[in-house]
């Protein structure tokens, strides 16, 4: 696709209850990432996918938060027994890729607003 | 560690107006630098980006950034703000190891 696009654009649970966002990168990106902007944290980054390299994990907050890359595109974040604290816009972005180094510019999608009732 | 300081939180100016949003990094080497926008319900957009070279950096809708090594600062500046230039401004570092380091955003406001 011409962008980065996340689904759904919104999502109200329940505490306790699972979600899963979803994020389509651009197409041919093989780098994706995953952020989370929440109000008096800003944004912080939660998990990196190169190609079919182990993720990078070390921004995840707790073991209730995973994610997958099915085929080196679509990603799933998954929040397990979300909490009250768990309410932020979930980023998702991708580049072409990352190399040792150097960089690679990240084009974010639209995010996912979750609110956790 | 790497940080990013944008010392302004909230900046309002007037329509025509020049615009300059503060940005301070703190990196032992080299950065990688970027501004990105963020308009009220929308998703990151990239502005600029600095990587190497000239230290002054053209963007998209009439912005630039000036990279200066011995203040630690990538200012973003436009010579003359529109009413949908109203959004909050991230400036944001990559040391090149995955994750970007955020500032903690700069909102503007747009008087007419």
């Known amino acids: 696709g011409a962008g980065v696009s996340q689904s759904p654009s919104n999502k109200v649970t329940e505490k306790g209850k699972d979600v899963e966002l979803r994020c389509d990168p651009i197409?041919?990106?093989?780098?994706l990432y995953w952020y989370r902007q929440s109000l008096g944290q800003g944004l912080e980054f939660l998990i990196y996918f190169q190609g079919n390299s182990a993720p990078d994990k070390s921004g995840l907050p707790s073991d209730r938060f995973s994610a997958e890359r099915t085929g080196g595109s679509v990603s799933t974040l998954t929040i397990q027994r979300t909490q009250q604290e768990d309410s932020a816009v979930y980023l998702c972005?991708?580049?072409?890729?990352?190399?040792?180094?150097?960089?690679?510019?990240?084009?974010f999608g639209p995010g996912t607003r979750l609110t956790v009732l | 560690a790497q940080s990013v300081t944008q010392p302004d939180i909230h900046i309002t100016v007037s329509e025509g107006a020049s615009l300059e949003l503060r940005c301070n990094y703190s990196?032992?080497?080299?950065?990688?630098l970027f501004w990105y926008v963020q308009s009220p319900g929308q998703g990151l957009q990239l502005l600029l980006k600095y990587f190497s070279g000239d230290t002054l950096v053209q963007g998209i809708k009439g912005f630039e950034a000036e990279f200066k090594r011995s203040q630690s600062s990538f200012n973003l500046r436009k010579p003359s703000v529109h009413w949908s230039d109203a959004a909050e401004y991230f400036c944001?570092?990559?040391?090149?190891?995955?994750?970007?380091?955020f500032g903690s955003g700069t909102r503007l406001q747009v008087q007419p």
């Open positions: 197409s041919g990106h093989t780098a």
């Open positions: 990196y032992g080497a080299t950065p990688y």
């Open positions: 944001v570092l990559d040391t090149g190891r995955r994750a970007l380091t």
């Open positions: 972005a991708s580049s072409l890729t990352q190399r040792g180094g150097s960089t690679d510019t990240q084009y």
